[in-house]
């Protein structure tokens, strides 16, 4: 990919990604052996996340994905969300690992917490490859974390801006 001036600070690098994501894979393989976890996507983001991750598992496992819209400005979440995509499968009694990009607010995680809890999965668990701790509006602790990132506008590895970067093997703060 060409070099691009709004491109600014890496916050992760690739050598980075790669070793904490083999790191989560064999955590989440360790904590869901013999159990055949259904890993719940939420598009689009958290696609590249969601596939090295599973090839980093040593455990059988399903997928889905959701897409969802989150009302608001571009940049702060109000916390009302519009499933756009929705499971294409009953949840009730499997455990379900939500695979989620970024945690920003954490609003719209925390509805779909809401949500997936009332169709009674047996366990229900978040695998976020990133966070912002300083934005955080609601009490969230995801069961698997890769990295906490300060408080910039992050594209790279699924991370987009108007649909672009999201093919940067690393996370970099967009400066434009």
Do not use: W
């Amino acid at each position: 990919m060409e070099p691009d001036d709004a491109i600014g600070e890496v916050l992760v690098t690739e050598e980075d990604l790669q070793r904490r994501v083999a790191e989560l894979g064999a955590e989440v393989s360790r904590d869901y052996q013999g159990r055949a976890p259904l890993l719940v996507a939420i598009l689009k983001g958290a696609v590249p996340f969601l596939a090295d991750l599973m090839r980093q598992m040593t455990i059988d496992c399903e997928l889905d994905f959701m897409a969802v819209s989150s009302y608001g400005s571009s940049t702060d979440s109000s916390g009302v969300v519009r499933i756009l995509k929705d499971l294409d499968a009953p949840i009730e009694g499997r455990h379900v690992l939500i695979v989620e990009d970024i945690i920003d607010s954490g609003l719209t995680l925390q509805y779909l917490m809401r949500n997936l809890r009332a169709r009674s999965p047996a366990s229900l668990e978040v695998c976020a490859l990133l966070t912002k701790p300083e934005r955080l509006r609601v009490e969230l602790s995801p069961r698997y974390l890769g990295f906490e990132i300060p408080n910039r506008f992050a594209v790279g590895y699924g991370l987009d801006h108007a649909q672009h970067y999201r093919n940067l093997n690393y996370v970099a703060a967009l400066d434009a």
